[in-house]
């Protein structure tokens, strides 16, 4: 523990109990349940940032319902958790009031656990639409998880602006592109949105619930399946929070692969959203040269791994297979190719003017906002917020091939396509690194003995930002409960706040500048 | 200047369009997707027990036979099966035109002692 | 549908008159985004689904197909349903991956029904996860009788 942490602790206001936590740049803290809020808003006012909020119900090893505001400190590269147990009690005092990243998650567990944060100030329902009755919270221990609740209908519940003039644009879930599915309901005058209403969780498909139960092994292919266009994020922050309970080293040469695997995974990604604003403001060159790159890309993650979105490569301990060392060679002279066409395009899109006209002002956020909504990745590092867990918690081997970090000011669209061709620039570099200095030796380990009951966090930059597992095992060493924090999940509260003030035909665009998953929030 | 080389590109570079379904494939295709071959069997059930969706049976079958299936439609090809069987029984190919007519179209079924092939 | 019945009739008179044009509306019922990537690939100058007479539309109202990718989640039976139902007959429904066709890694939860059948009248399975493009434009092609 830095002395620094241990000097924030030791002045914390609220009394805590230090309790043992398996990983090492992880502290654990027990506090009494109507004191967390107090405990949550004093590390936040010391540089603390939320990394995710966990419900958890014990009653199986003889407890009950308990609480976790898992913390981040960037500084130091450690994590506090601080945990309440509910005494019996299904209540706790909201800690959203003081630190609004929390919104969601309390929301969360309100709707899965039936923990009510008391003076949330949207009581609404997040994850289970109306459709689920009152009173059912599926991340019970004692609830069926295959079972389906009967139906309720209930009228859904969403912000209404009242005014002359005004009206509501409904659009979704079902949109009319292959997107994927989300309500939004934007209030109007004219043109201008005054007010956007997302209601996103049409894809929970309860995938908490499903590895419940599962060993890990088994249970990284569904975790892989949280979301396709992030899947190696997934895999690694899932695969290192259970190594780390574990307390196992993987082997150097399977780090440098992962932080290769992470990286391919930022490519296409970056470049397939670069060519996505291309389509939102109508520069159909740039729309199809941007979809050859992604293109080229899968083909080389195909070749390299043999799977598109490189699924089924992360593995336990390491990788599932090793990668073949005259693939890796003919695919980084593949690479080179990609690399100097890529360049190429991005100068070719930004000499347009009326392109980067359209980019520059909408969809505008400040950092104080991003801040305090907790956002993070691309979207947070576009409006001067230089948070990457690559460089404040080097995971993989992101201690050793470091990325240059990449911030711009402008918080708008622009700003936040500038940040993606510039990442993918610094990429293509990190690829070339990797290659050039990948150690060989073994790509896996056995993963050891999991420690009963004991619980630890795995996380991964995605091309969104960070990924956040938080893992507990049972007595038998399988899953007890699962919480994934994803990026999108993070962002999605920054794009409603990034839309209103602008035109409601901006809103793809700005959509696309933010260009989240569905399927990565809604689990 | 930048711009106009890309609209340009193309011509210099000719075309990408693949011929498929007018020819075979360009692409170099992952070979995750399994291939029964039921004399090789040894009938250890070592892919049933691994496969993560459920999507390989083995079951009794008449006169002391078993049933073989693997439901492509269930799979999600992570080749799992492929890696635990012993005799190699089953093969990794490149495979990919899987799409079928109603839901038993995509399950290959395999009679063990007397293979047949169900697809 | 390949057995002998007003189905088999039916799936004939489709094949006459899709042959070479077909308008397909996707739908996203709870899919974990692979598909729907490989979906939009379709649209890339590599596979250019246009040359085959195929396009997605904007509207389930212009649509002969229904492309469905992921399991039915609990949260979107009913704008899959919808979906289908503001479709014009006939009309063709088409699963896409592990999750639309057989459940894949999710399968029945207390959130979701598992595949798009029996919610949707599937015509046409296309395996994968997700299935790479060629294979989905095989599956299309299957659809309208011209594989």
Redesign the interface.
């Known amino acids: 523990m830095h002395t620094q942490t241990k000097a924030m602790l030791e002045q914390c206001p609220v009394p805590l109990d230090l309790r043992r936590a398996v990983a090492p740049n992880e502290t654990l803290l027990a506090c009494p349940a109507a004191d967390i809020a107090r405990a949550a808003a004093y590390f936040v006012s010391r540089g603390a940032e939320l990394a995710t909020m966990v419900g958890l119900d014990l009653e199986p090893l003889g407890g009950g319902l308990a609480i976790e505001a898992a913390f981040s400190l960037p500084a130091f590269d450690e994590f506090i958790r601080v945990q309440a147990d509910l005494e019996g009690g299904a209540s706790y005092p909201a800690l959203t009031p003081a630190i609004p990243a929390a919104q969601w998650y309390e929301r969360e567990a309100k709707d899965l656990l039936g923990i009510d944060p008391v003076g949330h100030p949207d009581p609404r329902r997040l994850v289970l639409h109306e459709s689920y009755p009152h009173g059912y919270h599926p991340l019970r221990k004692h609830v069926d998880g295959v079972a389906q609740a009967p139906i309720d209908a209930r009228r859904f519940d969403h912000f209404e602006v009242h005014g002359e003039g005004v009206y509501e644009l409904p659009v979704g879930p079902i949109h009319a592109g292959v997107i994927e599915p989300g309500h939004f309901r934007f209030s109007n005058i004219g043109d201008l949105v005054l007010f956007l209403d997302a209601r996103l969780f049409y894809t929970h498909r309860g995938v908490e619930k499903i590895v419940e139960g599962m060993a890990p092994g088994r249970a990284l292919f569904t975790v892989e399946r949280t979301c396709a266009a992030c899947t190696v994020s997934h895999g690694v922050a899932f695969a290192s929070a259970v190594e780390r309970a574990a307390q196992v080293e993987i082997p150097s040469r399977a780090r440098w692969l992962r932080t290769l695997l992470l990286e391919l995974e930022r490519l296409y990604n970056h470049v397939g959203d670069i060519g996505n604003i291309c389509a939102g403001t109508g520069l159909h060159a740039g729309t199809a040269r941007g979809a050859i790159l992604k293109e080229r890309l899968q083909r080389l993650n195909e070749a390299l791994t043999g799977h598109r979105f490189l699924m089924g490569v992360v593995d336990i301990g390491g990788l599932r297979t090793d990668l073949d060392a005259r693939a890796l060679n003919e695919q980084g002279r593949a690479l080179a190719s990609i690399h100097a066409d890529f360049s190429m395009y991005a100068d070719g899109i930004f000499g347009v003017d009326s392109f980067v006209h359209r980019l520059k002002g909408p969809g505008r956020l400040d950092a104080a906002l991003v801040t305090a909504l907790g956002g993070t990745g691309v979207a947070a590092r576009a409006s001067g917020v230089a948070t990457d867990y690559r460089t404040q918690h080097p995971h993989a081997a992101y201690a050793t091939v470091q990325p240059r970090p990449v911030v711009e000011t402008g918080g708008d669209v622009f700003a936040r396509t500038m940040v993606r061709v510039r990442e993918a620039e610094e990429s293509f570099r990190l690829v070339r690194a990797i290659l050039d200095g990948l150690p060989g030796g073994a790509a896996r380990t056995e993963a050891g003995r999991l420690p009963p009951r004991a619980a630890a966090l795995g996380y991964a930059e995605s091309p969104r930002g960070a990924n956040v597992h938080w893992v507990m095992f049972d007595d038998g060493g399988r899953i007890y409960r699962l919480r994934i924090r994803s990026a999108a999940y993070a962002n999605w509260p920054l794009v409603a706040r990034a839309v209103p003030g602008n035109m409601v035909p901006d809103f793809p665009l700005i959509n696309k500048s933010f260009e989240l998953c569905y399927a990565c929030c809604d689990r | 200047m930048g711009f106009i080389q890309l609209v340009l590109k193309p011509l210099v570079r000719g075309r990408a369009t693949v011929r498929y379904p007018g020819a075979p494939t360009d692409s170099v295709t992952t070979r995750r997707v399994p291939r029964f071959q039921p004399e090789l069997c040894i009938d250890d059930r070592a892919c049933a027990a691994i496969c993560p969706t459920d999507a390989i049976t083995i079951s009794p079958a008449g006169g002391g036979g078993r049933r073989w299936a693997l439901d492509y439609g269930r799979c999600i090809f992570c080749a799992e099966c492929i890696r635990v069987c012993p005799p190699l029984a089953i093969a990794a190919t490149g495979d990919f035109e899987l799409a079928a007519r109603g839901r038993a179209g995509v399950i290959a079924e395999f009679l063990l002692g007397e293979p047949r092939d169900g697809r | ?2 057995g002998k019945g007003p189905g088999a009739e039916l ?1 004939a008179a489709i094949r006459r008159r899709w042959r070479r044009s077909l308008h397909i509306r ?3 019922s ?12 379709l ?6 689904i246009q ?2 007479g195929l396009d ?1 539309v ?3 109202r212009h649509a002969d197909l229904l492309l469905v990718t ?2 039915m ?4 039976v ?3 349903l919808r ?1 289908y139902e503001a479709m014009p007959e006939p009309r063709l429904v088409v699963a896409v991956g ?1 999750c639309a ?13 598992g ?1 798009a ?1 029996p919610t949707l009248p ?11 493009p ?2 989905i ?3 299309l ?3 309208v009788g011209r ?1």
């Open positions: 549908m390949d799936a996707h739908l996203d709870g899919s974990c985004n692979g598909c729907d990537w490989e979906l939009a690939a649209l890339n100058p590599y596979y250019d040359r085959l997605f904007a509207s389930p992921g399991v989640t609990r949260n979107l009913d704008a899959a979906t592990a066709v057989g459940g894949g890694v999710f399968a029945q939860t207390y959130a979701a029904h595949a059948a599937v015509d046409v399975h296309i395996p994968g996860c997700p299935p790479r060629e294979a434009i095989q599956g092609l299957l659809a594989a």
